[in-house]
C-alpha cells in the first residue's frame, strides 16, 4: 500500500545527451538508442517526454540497462540519450560532457512513495507515521545543517561531495505527507501509462491501496 509520499522532484530526473549531439527536442530521439531502466520512475519520464512529443514509445530503441551500466555505455557512445535520476544524473553532469535534454519540469509527475504491506500497515500505523515524520525531520536537517549532511552522505553513499552537493540542490524540501485524491490521480495516469505499454499485466486502480491510518485505526495519529 502507498503509505506515504515526496514533493515531485522535477529536477532530479532527466533525459541526458552528449554535449555536442545533434539531439536538440525529445522529438530528434526518433529511431535512436535510449538507455534506462525497466520499469523505473526514468522510464516514466521518458514515456511522458515522449507523448508530450508526439513520439510512440515504438519510434525509439529501448536499450533496458542499470544505472551504472546505462552510465558506461552513455560515455562510450553506445546510446544516444540515456533517461536517469540523482544522485547518477548529478555524477554525469559534474563529469561534463553533458547536456539535459528534458527534466521533469512540466511532465506533472508524482514524487517518491513509501510502501507497506497491507496487514503490517493496518496493525502498525503509529509507527509508520513515525518512520515518515523522521525522515521529513532528516531531510530538513540537510538544509540546516548541510555542510554536515554533504559530508555524511559523501561517506555512506561512497560519491564525492560535490555530487552530494548538486544532488540536494535539486531536491525541494521534502516533507513525506498521506496520499490525497489528487496525487492517487497522478499515480493512476503513470499505472495506465504503464499498463498500455505492457509493463503491467492488469489494470490497476491505485485508489484501491492507498493506505487511510485514521479509518484503519479508527484514530487520528
Known sequence: ??????????????????????????????????????????????????????????????????????????????????????????????????????DGTDLNQTGSFYLAARPYAEKNGAFIQGVLATFSEADALTRSQREQSIALLAKTMGLPAPVIASYLDHRPPTTIKPVNAEVAALQQQTADLFYENRLVPKKVDIRQRIWQPTQLEGKQL
Not at 530521439?29 to 507523448?51: D, E, P, T, Y
Not at 519510434?59 to 551500466?69: C, F, K, N, S
Open 1 to 102: 500500500m502507498y503509505v506515504g509520499v515526496e514533493p515531485p522532484k522535477p529536477k532530479a530526473e532527466v533525459i541526458l545527451v552528449a554535449e555536442n549531439s545533434p539531439i536538440k527536442t525529445v522529438a530528434d530521439l526518433k529511431g535512436h538508442k535510449v538507455a534506462f531502466q525497466k520499469g523505473s520512475s526514468s522510464h516514466n519520464l521518458l514515456l511522458r517526454a515522449l507523448r508530450q512529443a508526439g513520439l510512440k514509445f515504438t519510434d525509439i530503441q529501448p536499450t533496458y540497462l542499470t544505472p551504472a551500466d546505462a552510465r558506461a555505455a552513455f560515455q562510450q557512445g553506445n546510446v544516444d540519450a540515456w533517461a536517469i535520476w540523482d544522485p547518477y544524473y548529478s555524477a554525469a553532469l559534474l563529469q561534463g560532457g553533458v547536456r539535459v535534454l528534458k
